[in-house]
């Protein structure tokens, strides 16, 4: 059984990732009073993708063509070593550092890959990338921080594990903690106000830039692995900061149960996300730091609180 | 008169090795490559036997200490002292000279016929051989004299390119900064003898009561500014991105993977060991001039453009890494923690040992890029990962080591160090635990900007198109250079894999200090399980993170290349310009990636543009011919410390030079009232 749930757990967030990307567009199309494509409208592109032939550049080398599979492959370990449904797991790569870390791998990836064909627009993305991802470092560990002091464990199974809403004294920590780590999720995740993930207008984009020599099934694990990576910031905000419904034990009912609830919470999350993107505007590039020191800050301030 | 027994034979034989190799390389300096061989040999030789030794004085843990008496002087002995600590850094210092002199092998030939081969073997083997003194000297003075044949044969070999006239510039940079630095280190050993009496390191150790706390406080300072220049620590760290590009490129591995450490050494060998107890503002010190300098070491490289600067300013950040671990092991045990203490000097001493290892493997593989190209300016490289793969190989897995990313080496000494740290901010009172807040923001932050560092180095020297013509002419680098740099980023990766093992060692290490003698660990390691932080906050396994990942991309690999879609068609065609001819100005440069961050940091880096626009006609100022733009960085080390220094230095100097009016009646009378006020202090 703990197998079973083990498949189920490395299998989740790339099975369910393209879902989220579907409702996200589908619930800014009815903010924007269209009929929207349909949820599932990633998944057939994605299938579509896989099946196209690809044009690579000729200035590119191994760097380009093997880094859609090295940060697949980092989404997927990282998907796998975090609390989605069930707590009880506790892998061995679940420590908050060695998650933030692997995580940088596919940065560096990334970023690298854009810069590998020569041309400027993946070389801009990559140094906005890098710039936007630097600064984000420093919130990121420190909200994650936060909690793991609350809970006195830097394993997010164990986080998740104990309940920390519980710890009613810490609580105006944990939310300065989690409003630190939402914006943190925005700008790792490439969304508004730091990135706009359906644009290809050169002086914006970031994420968009880097990817833009990609074709074909490399597009494909791009995006795909982009979108993992939202559900890896979801699982992290929710199941960290608000583990209610989170299956404590191996029985069906609280696997049910708990996978039932995440999908509610992602749901939640992704509607956020939407009605954020459908009402605020793209911050200029130059304050965006302004936002991500405010998440550092506010996670020092959840820290000093705890003692 | 020498009282030796047989492991202290072996110790010397290691010594006269280098020695050898010293001499030999003098005497057959006339010829080129027999001068090579026989420098590179020697080295190679004592490297090996240095490693065996160091690795056995480790494993059985032994501590082996002898003393030659210099029969006409009552406090200049030859004594040595080699505990596991010694032995340590002796491990360090033999590894990296071990893959340095190999590359070396191949290195030096571009220098045949230009510069003299033997000159640079005496100096080289001379610099390695004191290398070992001074990490086993136990006499002040005997120090002292280890740590000068350090610095003058580093000085050589700094400038042994001696036709580059920036070269002899640095050399004169470093010089002066090693005899500013020497200075306050012999000040704080006469102070110290001044109570104790004794320049042996045991005797002041057992008498280190007998020195009151103001002079103890006056001592540390000393020693920081002594031993920190040396280390690289912000602000007497201008010498190091001076000197580090000067010298020839496995000299810089070695002065930047090992000689820098020695400062590191000292620091650990007087704070945590000679001088304890100590007050807690010391540890305090220790760790924001580490924040600082970890933080400015990174933003001040993301500024260079010279790929060895780059790398100096990075070595920076890295002491900087190491303080941290330094001041909070310092600070815990102040604070009478010493479990936690303990983790601390283990972080501190494993980020050593990697920093020396990866960026050894960084300087030499960027000296071969250097080698083959004859310039250091990365704007003018680029595309240089086809041309010389294995290169490219080499340094990204430095590139991703020295960013800590997972499952090289340095990401699990920077987990030790965030773990003491992290341990500091959970169980101290208010006002510490600002201060490791301050010191695990500054780790969180570093870590990112040597990330975006790395990114923008590996990106502009190998990937997207060449920037210059020269690139399409370069070859790989000759087998002797692959070989060390190889072995470099293999050992990269082994620390990575055992770094529960290599943890396990530390703690050993750890242990056999005095004042640990009683301490239990606050850590547990084994080769599966890798660490684990006591009562289970948290724990990290190299073995496990590697399967995963490894497993992981194959299974990826497999099924996007080989079950969906095999049949997929390839076609390489250009990179997509918008419908222009893509050249080598529409990429991105090394200024123009870092621009962004440094425009965020602008607080700190007071970057500036200088816009000089030259005009077809002067009068109507339409059509410009040509335009120049300076983009340049205040170092704010130089305008608020060295700048005030040198203008305080100048008003001093000009005063004075009213007493020396040139008139012999004036000087007979200066004579005349020194000789009064001398004998009036003696009555």
């Known amino acids: 059984m703990t197998i079973l749930i083990w498949i189920i757990q490395l299998f989740f967030v790339p099975v369910i990732s393209p879902l989220i990307i579907g409702v996200i567009k589908k619930i800014k199309a009815k903010f924007q009073n269209r009929q929207g494509s349909s949820i599932f409208q990633f998944y057939k592109d994605l299938w579509k993708l896989m099946y196209k032939d690809e044009v690579v550049s000729k200035d590119a080398s191994w760097i380009f063509l093997y880094a859609p ?29 060695v998650i933030v870390y692997i995580m940088a791998i596919s940065t560096f990836f990334l970023s690298l890959a854009g810069m590998d064909t020569g041309s400027a ?26 909690v793991a002091l609350v809970s006195s464990s830097t394993n997010v199974f164990i986080i998740s594990g104990i309940n920390i809403l519980n710890h009613s004294q810490h609580l105006l920590s944990i939310m300065l903690a989690f409003i630190g780590f939402f914006i943190i999720l925005l700008a790792e995740t490439t969304r508004f106000p730091f990135d706009n993930p359906s644009t290809h207008l050169e002086l914006t984009m970031i994420h968009e830039a880097m990817i833009l020599e990609y074709s074909g099934k490399r597009l494909a694990l791009m995006e795909w692995a982009s979108a993992n990576k939202l559900i890896i910031f979801i699982a992290l905000g929710s199941n960290l900061f608000f583990p209610l419904g989170i299956a404590q034990n191996i029985s069906w009912l609280a696997l049910v149960i708990g996978i039932i609830v995440f999908l509610l919470k992602i749901l939640f999350f992704s509607t956020i996300i939407a009605i954020l993107e459908s009402s605020v505007a793209k911050f200029r590039f130059f304050r965006l730091p302004d936002l991500l020191i405010t998440s550092f800050i506010l996670n020092v301030i959840a820290i000093v609180l705890i003692n | 008169m020498l009282e030796i027994i047989t492991p202290s034979v072996s110790f010397f034989v290691l010594l006269s090795i280098f020695f050898i190799g010293a001499i030999s390389s003098l005497i057959y300096q006339k010829n080129d490559s027999i ?27 032994k501590n082996l200490s002898f003393i030659i008496n210099y029969p006409y002087s009552s406090f200049f002995k030859i004594s040595f002292h080699i505990d596991l600590l010694s032995a340590f850094f002796i491990f360090i210092i033999s590894l990296i000279s071990l893959f340095c002199s190999i590359y070396g092998v191949g290195y030096l030939k571009h220098f045949y016929k230009k510069y003299s081969i033997g000159v640079f073997g005496f100096f080289y083997n001379l610099l390695i051989g004191s290398l070992l003194l001074v990490v086993t000297a136990s006499n002040g003075i005997f120090f002292l004299i280890a740590w000068e044949i350090m610095s003058i044969s580093s000085y050589f070999l700094v400038v042994y390119d001696r036709y580059d006239t920036d070269n002899i510039k640095a050399g004169f940079l470093y010089l002066i900064m090693t005899y500013v630095g020497t200075v306050f280190i012999i000040l704080s050993f006469l102070f110290i003898y001044k109570y104790i009496g004794s320049f042996e390191f045991i005797d002041i150790k057992s008498g280190i009561s007998l020195i009151p706390l103001s002079i103890k406080n006056n001592i540390f300072i000393f020693t920081i500014i002594g031993f920190g220049t040396k280390a690289g620590i912000i602000p007497f760290h201008i010498w190091l991105p001076a000197a580090h590009p000067a010298a020839p490129s496995h000299v810089s591995a070695l002065m930047s993977g090992v000689m820098i450490k020695t400062g590191v050494y000292m620091m650990i060998r007087l704070f945590v060991d000679i001088l304890q107890p100590i007050p807690v503002w010391w540890g305090i010190l220790i760790l924001i001039i580490g924040s600082i300098s970890s933080l400015l070491g990174v933003l001040y490289a993301l500024t260079e453009h010279d790929i060895k600067r780059l790398l100096a300013f990075h070595s920076i950040e890295n002491i900087g890494i190491i303080l941290l671990g330094l001041g909070s092991a310092l600070i815990f045990y102040s604070l009478n923690m010493p479990e936690l203490a303990l983790l601390g000097l283990m972080a501190s001493l494993f980020h050593t040992l990697n920093h020396a290892i990866f960026k050894s493997l960084l300087f030499l593989s960027a000296g071969s890029v250097i080698n083959e190209m004859h310039t250091r300016n990365i704007e003018e490289y680029g595309g240089i990962i086809k041309y010389m793969p294995q290169t490219a190989m080499f340094f990204l897995i430095g590139s991703m080591a020295i960013s800590a990313l997972p499952p090289f080496n340095g990401f699990f000494s920077e987990w030790l160090t965030y773990q003491a740290l992290f341990q500091g901010v959970a169980q101290l009172n208010l006002s510490f635990q600002g201060i490791f807040i301050i010191a695990a923001s500054s780790l969180a932050f570093t870590g990112g900007l040597a990330l975006t560092c790395f990114v923008k180095a590996f990106g502009i020297i190998f990937l997207a198109r060449p920037r210059s013509t020269k690139v399409s002419s370069i070859k790989e680098s000759p087998l002797s250079m692959r070989i060390g740099m190889g072995f470099l980023a293999l050992m990269s990766i082994l620390f990575g894999l055992f770094s529960g093992y290599t943890s396990r060692l530390l703690e050993k290490i750890g242990k056999d200090l005095s004042i640990f003698k009683d301490t239990n660990y606050f850590t547990s390691a084994s080769f599966y399980q890798g660490i684990d932080i006591k009562n289970s906050f948290a724990s990290v396994s190299a073995p496990i993170i590697f399967v995963v990942l490894i497993i992981i991309i194959f299974a990826v690999i497999f099924i996007f290349t080989f079950v969906i879609n095999k049949n997929q068609k390839i076609k390489i065609e250009n990179t997509w310009g918008c419908g222009l001819n893509l050249n080598k100005r529409a990429e991105i440069t090394a200024t123009g990636f870092a621009r962004s961050i440094i425009l965020v940091f602008k607080g700190i880096l007071k970057p500036s543009i200088q816009n000089e626009v030259e005009y077809h006609d002067a009068d109507s100022r339409y059509l410009p011919k040509s335009r120049v733009i300076t983009i340049h960085v205040k170092n704010i080390y130089n305008y608020y410390f060295y700048q005030p220094l040198r203008n305080i230095i100048n008003i001093i100097s000009l005063k004075t030079k009213n007493i020396q009016s040139g008139n012999i009646n004036a000087y007979i009378s200066y004579i005349f009232i020194s000789l009064i006020i001398a004998l009036l202090s003696v009555l």
């Open chain 1, 69 to 97: 599979f090295i940060i697949f492959t980092v989404t997927i370990a990282v998907g796998a070593s975090i609390p989605l449904f069930a707590s009880f797991l506790n892998g061995p790569t679940s420590d908050l550092l």
């Open chain 1, 121 to 146: 627009f993946g070389g801009f993305g990559s140094s906005r990338e890098m710039t936007i991802s630097a600064l984000a470092e420093g919130g990121l560990i420190f909200s994650l921080l936060t």
């Open chain 2, 35 to 61: 001068a090579n061989f026989l420098s590179s040999f020697f080295s190679i030789i004592g490297s090996l036997c240095g490693l065996f030794f160091s690795v056995s004085m480790i494993i059985y843990g």
